[in-house]
Structure formats: C-alpha cells, structure tokens
C-alpha cells in the first residue's frame, strides 16, 4: 500500500512565522501535490511537482512555496504566515505513467493548521 | 476557467441505491476522478473515468458522457460506512507531465437507518 505521511497532524503557529508542512511517500513516485481543504470551498491545488528540484503552481499559490530537494519528500512553506492561511493541507502523491498521465493520487491524513 | 459542481448533500437510506451527480465545464477535460472522504481523514480513491460509459467496481459504479460534461456516482446497497462526503475531480490535457486535480466542492451522503 502506498504511504504518503505528513509531519503533523495538528499545528498552531503565529502570524508572521515561516512555516514548513512536510510530505513523505515510500512508493517512489514521480508526482507529488500540495492542497488546502476548506468548508464550502473544496480542495484547491496550490502547488504540485513532477520531478526532483521542479515545481509547478497550481490554482493558489500566492504566499507559499515548496521544496522537493529528493524524491519522496515535497515540502510546503508558508514564508510569512497569516490568518487567512488557517486551514487543512493535503499532501498527495501518484505515479508518473507515460502512456497515462491520469494515475490516481494518494493522500496523506493532512495537517490542521490554525495561524493565531 | 473551470466549473465543476456537485450537490452539497444528500440523504439516502441504509440497502438503497443513491445516485451522485457532477457537472463539470473545463476546458482541455482529459478524465475524472471520484474519491471518498470520511470526515477528519484522507481521500481515497474511487473510481477513474476517461471514456465515456459506465465503469463498475463491485458496489460502486461511475459513469462520464464527455460530449454533456456530466458523470455521476452510484452507489448501492448502501451501507452506514458509506456516510462520507464524495469528491468528483477533474484533470485536464496538458500534452504531457503530471497536473494536479480540480475538485468540486464535494458532496456530504448521510445514510440514514
């Protein structure tokens, strides 16, 4: 089975701060994703990368950025934390398939982060 | 831009069969996706759609029609377990490389005894 771990379960941190969320997957896949789940809002992509040292933006990545220095870590930061960046992040991983690009994604159990 | 909408929630009783609806407009569409979430945990996929029809997997089935930009979930014999919120995602063409999901904003399905 494929295991996609997130650091914390539970964070609360102060408005200002770095922030860094980090993401393991033991599958070895190419295909890593960072999202932030909201009430009424659904999941939103914010930033994903395909391979080591790449990334992408995703739909809102205004005030974040990540790292993916090896392969089966993909780190989220929040270079200056606010208020309005409480909420649950998802970190995802899916396999890099040529023929398809459409491999399902696997979802860590996500981080409650509350911003004070 | 995208547009991908689904019901908020939903109320269906234990043995039923209960059907859950996802329009999408995207453009470039290449696939859906369905997953399941039970409250304070992961997604977990469901079901992948690309072609249109009907894809069957034990007690769940979804099905796409490309050309109405519409799929729907069924589920039956519907048991308590399945009181979860149902997630309907699309990914898009891109001409190669991954692409992360689009998500709707879920469907909340209580099962009722």
């Known amino acids: 089975d494929v295991k996609v771990t997130q650091s914390s379960r539970y964070l609360v941190k102060r408005t200002g701060e770095k922030v860094f969320l980090e993401c393991v997957q033991d599958?070895?896949?190419?295909?890593m994703f960072w999202y932030r789940q909201d009430p009424g809002l659904g999941l939103r992509l914010i930033y994903f990368?395909?391979?080591?040292?790449?990334?992408e933006k995703g739909d809102i990545p205004e005030g974040y950025s990540v790292s993916r220095e090896k392969k089966e870590r993909f780190s989220l930061i929040l270079e200056s934390a606010s208020t309005n960046q409480t909420s649950m992040y998802l970190c995802?991983?899916?396999?890099?398939?040529?023929?398809?690009?459409?491999?399902?994604?696997?979802f860590g159990d996500g981080t409650r982060l509350s911003i004070l | 831009g995208q547009n991908i909408d689904q019901p908020t929630e939903m109320t269906a009783t234990e043995g039923a069969i209960v059907q859950i609806n996802c329009t999408y407009q995207t453009s470039g569409f290449n696939g859906l996706f369905w997953y399941q979430q039970h409250a304070g945990e992961a997604p977990t996929f469901l079901s992948y759609n690309v072609l249109d029809g009907l894809e069957e997997k034990g007690r769940f089935s979804s099905f796409l029609s490309r050309s109405k930009g519409y799929s729907y979930l069924l589920l039956k014999e519907l048991q308590m377990k399945d009181s979860a919120s149902y997630l309907c995602a699309v990914t898009m063409d891109s001409g190669g490389g991954a692409d992360g999901l689009t998500f709707g904003k879920g469907t909340h399905l209580i099962i009722q005894p």
């Open positions: 599958m070895d896949h190419e295909n």
């Open positions: 990368s395909y391979d080591v040292k790449m990334k």
């Open positions: 995802a991983s899916s396999l890099a398939d040529p023929r398809d690009n459409d491999q399902p994604q696997h």
